[in-house]
Structure formats: structure tokens, C-alpha cells
């Protein structure tokens, strides 16, 4: 996993990198502390156990529900949704 800080205003194709230079990059820990965001890490080969994994932190947090996206690039019209 990389976390950067992002250049303040990005311009051009959004699916590029848009990380200041050089970058700048931070800690899962500097992550949580500035934003609250958490990182976990799950085995995606593993359905099973990753399902278990998810369920087990929702159940920690008291979440009720979740949302799932899939893109790839059979998405109709991906580009136009990037």
C-alpha cells in the first residue's frame, strides 16, 4: 500500500498519479492520525477468509451495512466515469 500527499490541484487524466514531486509519502499511523482512516489488510485470493475478516470489523465497529464496487474494464463507459 502507498499513501502520498496529492498535488492541491490535479489537472489532466484522472486516472494518472497526481502526487506532489517528489512525493511524499506517509504511514498507515500518520493516516489514521490525521484523517481517521483505517487500513486493513485482507487476502483477496482467500474469499473466505477475507469475508470473515470484513465481517469481524464491522462487527468491532457496529456497522450494519457496507457497499461493494466493481469496476474493470468491461464497465460500459468507464472512461467517461473515471
Known amino acids: 500500500m502507498q499513501i502520498?500527499?496529492?498535488e492541491p490541484y490535479p489537472c489532466?487524466?484522472?486516472r494518472?498519479?497526481?502526487h506532489v514531486f517528489p512525493?511524499?509519502?506517509i504511514t498507515a499511523d500518520q493516516l489514521l492520525n490525521l484523517t481517521g482512516v483505517q487500513?486493513?489488510?485482507?487476502?483477496l485470493?482467500?474469499?473466505v477468509a477475507m469475508k470473515k475478516r470484513l465481517s469481524r470489523v464491522k462487527n468491532e465497529r457496529k456497522v450494519n451495512s457496507?457497499?461493494?464496487l466493481t469496476i474493470n474494464d468491461s464497465t460500459p463507459e468507464i472512461n467517461e466515469k473515471v
Open 16 to 18: 494518472l498519479p497526481h
Open 23 to 25: 512525493p511524499k509519502k
Open 39 to 43: 487500513y486493513f489488510k485482507v487476502d
Open 45 to 47: 485470493d482467500d474469499t
Open 4 to 6: 502520498w500527499h496529492m
Open 12 to 14: 489532466g487524466d484522472r
Open 66 to 68: 457496507s457497499d461493494m
